[in-house]
């Protein structure tokens, strides 16, 4: 989820800055004790110090607004993520009279990314080294259908790029050999009108000449109409 969010606003007259008690509570400051742009520069991570001259130079001297995610380092040395905005406010002749912004805790959004990544990750290792190709594919009422989704080892068996078969999903269709193509048809139109899983065996043409492909897939519908289907592919040659 997301965390606290806290305000803060600096009087660009006097450098006079003014926080929500949460802001203090993002950094973990004492609420008691002021919060000014100095206590925040020793808070920013060695690894984030950019984003301090995009806030002192780009938004409180030029104007320009901050919208950054970056690391803190708490005085309990706890290790936080969080993502901060700001605007400079200009009287009616254009000069700057004060910056206001927030900051927000996304700390445990960026541990459910990061989780995220690292299972998608793991995922494509295993796609990549099962021998079998994997494959999602979208039909539409609308007649736009695609594949949403080819693994490496389905684009190595068609002999194409992944960009190639995903811009226009009739490129595989052209490959099926000519002799097994009306059994494909057929075996694709019974699985499209009755919503049962698709099998079929056959031929594809290649580079390197015939390959013989075995292909399941079984179907799900979406709330808009449109039908997934999710399937392997193997090389039977």
């Not at 900051?103 to 959004?109: A, F, G, H, K, L």
């Not at 539409?140 to 490496?152: A, K, W």
């Not at 075995?214 to 193997?234: A, F, H, K, N, Y």
Request: glycine share 8%; net charge negative; with cysteine.
């Amino acid at each position: 989820g997301i965390g606290k969010l806290g305000v803060y606003s600096i009087d660009l007259s006097n450098k006079v800055t003014t926080s929500s008690p949460t802001l203090r509570d993002v950094f973990r400051v004492p609420r008691e004790r002021p919060f000014v742009p100095e206590d925040w520069i020793e808070l920013v991570h060695p690894d984030d110090r950019r984003v301090i001259e995009r806030f002192m130079v780009g938004l409180v001297q030029n104007g320009e607004p901050f919208d950054q995610s970056y690391h803190i380092i708490c005085r309990d040395g706890a290790i936080r993520w969080v993502h901060g905005v700001g605007l400079m406010e200009r009287d009616a002749a254009g000069h700057p009279l004060s910056v206001h912004g927030a900051v927000q805790d996304i700390t445990e959004y960026k541990q459910v990314e990061a989780s995220l990544q690292s299972a998608v990750a793991d995922y494509e290792k295993l796609v990549a080294r099962i021998p079998t190709g994997v494959f999602g594919f979208r039909w539409q009422p609308d007649g736009l259908s695609r594949f949403t989704y080819v693994s490496p080892r389905f684009c190595e068996q068609w002999g194409l790029t992944a960009d190639a078969v995903l811009a226009d999903a009739r490129i595989p269709y052209r490959q099926i050999h000519e002799d097994d193509l009306a059994s494909f048809r057929a075996v694709q139109v019974r699985a499209s009108e009755h919503l049962t899983s698709f099998e079929w065996e056959g031929r594809i043409r290649v580079a390197a000449g015939v390959r013989w492909i075995s292909v399941i897939s079984r179907p799900s519908t979406l709330e808009d109409g449109s039908v997934m289907w999710e399937g392997v592919q193997s090389d039977v040659t």
